[in-house]
T-cell receptor
Framework: QKEVEQNSGPLSVPEGAIASLNCTYS??????FFWYRQYSGKSPELIMF????GDKEDGRFTAQLNKASQYVSLLIRDSQPSDSATYLC???????????FGKGTHLIIQP | NAGVTQTPKFRILKIGQSMTLQCAQD?????MYWYRQDPGMGLKLIYY???????DKGEVPNGYNVSRSTTEDFPLRLELAAPSQTSVYFC??????????FGDGTRLSIL
């Protein structure tokens, strides 16, 4: 049984600070890693994906992957109140059989 | 470009009734997925399809059926609705299994 673990939070971060979200996964064969943002009552929205060890940056977002530790993280720089949402970590084995999601971390950016 | 369209957005069913949740995509994606999301939980895969005429079970398929007669459409059928099927249902599509683009979801209550 593939598992993806996230701290459910809430994680409270002051506006302008760096928000750090973490995720661990159980399947060492996992190939692809995704971060989705989900506002309350809305559908998941893809914000980052990463396939290789190391860092990947896109604007204010940085995804970090460490396959040896089975650990994925998402950093959000200069956090804004609009970043307040639930962030879902998802992993894939590289096949067609869908993504395995964590339960999500509820992030609150305090003005 | 509508992306992934789900209908209906909301529905209330009585125990034992049946219904079909519709999902259509206009991006010519081969891969399509159905997930359910219970409150405070991540998404769990119900069924997926890699192309017209091909479907396979995900993590939680019991009580559901799917068909894929065209590339565009991937309906999810609930037979004999049960309270445990109260959830938000998301359909997703992808050109090559990942990443996935989600529809707006169907909120289903079984009473």
């Amino acid at each position: 049984q593939k598992e993806v673990e996230q701290n459910s939070g809430p994680l409270s971060v002051p506006e302008g600070a760096i928000a750090s979200l973490n995720c661990t996964y159980s399947d060492r064969g996992s190939q692809s890693f995704f971060w989705y943002r989900q506002y309350s009552g809305k559908s998941p929205e893809l914000i980052m994906f990463i396939y290789s060890n190391g860092d990947k940056e896109d604007g204010r977002f940085t995804a970090q992957l460490n396959k040896a530790s089975q650990y994925v993280s998402l950093l959000i720089r200069d956090s804004q109140p609009s970043d307040s949402a639930t962030y879902l970590c998802a992993v894939s084995g590289g096949g067609a059989d869908g993504l395995t999601f964590g339960k999500g971390t509820h992030l609150i950016i305090q003005p | 470009n509508a992306g992934v369209t789900q209908t209906p957005k909301f529905r209330i069913l009585k125990i034992g009734q049946s219904m079909t949740l519709q999902c259509a995509q206009d991006m010519n994606h081969n891969y399509m997925y159905w997930y359910r999301q219970d409150p405070g939980m991540g998404l769990k895969l119900i069924y997926y399809s890699v192309g017209a005429g091909i479907t396979d079970k995900g993590e939680v398929p019991n009580g559901y059926n799917v068909s894929r007669s065209t590339t565009e459409d991937f309906p999810l059928r609930l037979e004999l609705a049960a309270p445990s099927q109260t959830s938000v249902y998301f359909c997703a599509s992808s050109p090559n299994s990942e990443p996935q683009h989600f529809g707006d979801g169907t909120r289903l209550s079984i009473l």
